[in-house]
């Protein structure tokens, strides 16, 4: 059975940055894309990055671009997300899913929760 959870969520100050990682108890992890999505509080999940299994392609949605960063350690059965100059917006649960190879995301963690004080 996969397992992805989440860390790295917190309070912080507009500006400011922080590191989300999510580990996977998934065998061949390096053979499946990830992504991050996120729910704002009244709101829709939404995409926010994704990347394929060996690292080397990434997207982003528009308005995360130039600010967050999407990585992964195969080695380490974890991807990252890197989040810098946050902004109130940015509140929100924050969520790992992993891609199956019929693109579906067919797994999700608990989600950790990301909050930006103005």
């Known amino acids: 059975q996969v397992q992805l959870v989440e860390s790295g969520g917190g309070l912080v100050q507009a500006g400011g940055s922080l590191r989300l990682s999510c580990a996977a108890s998934?065998?061949?992890?390096?053979?499946?894309?990830m992504a991050w999505f996120r729910q704002a509080p009244g709101k829709e999940r939404e995409f926010v990055a994704h990347?394929?299994?060996?690292?080397?392609?990434?997207t982003y949605a528009t308005s995360m671009k130039g600010r967050f960063t999407i990585s992964r350690d195969n080695a380490k059965n974890t991807v990252y997300l890197e989040m810098n100059t946050l902004k109130a917006e940015d509140t929100g649960v924050y969520y790992c899913?992993?891609?199956?190879?019929?693109?579906?995301?067919?797994?999700w963690g608990q989600g950790t929760q990301v909050t930006v004080s103005s």
């Open positions: 998934v065998r061949t992890f390096g053979s499946y894309a």
């Open positions: 990347i394929t299994a060996s690292g080397a392609s990434t």
């Open positions: 899913a992993l891609q199956s190879n019929l693109g579906r995301y067919d797994y």
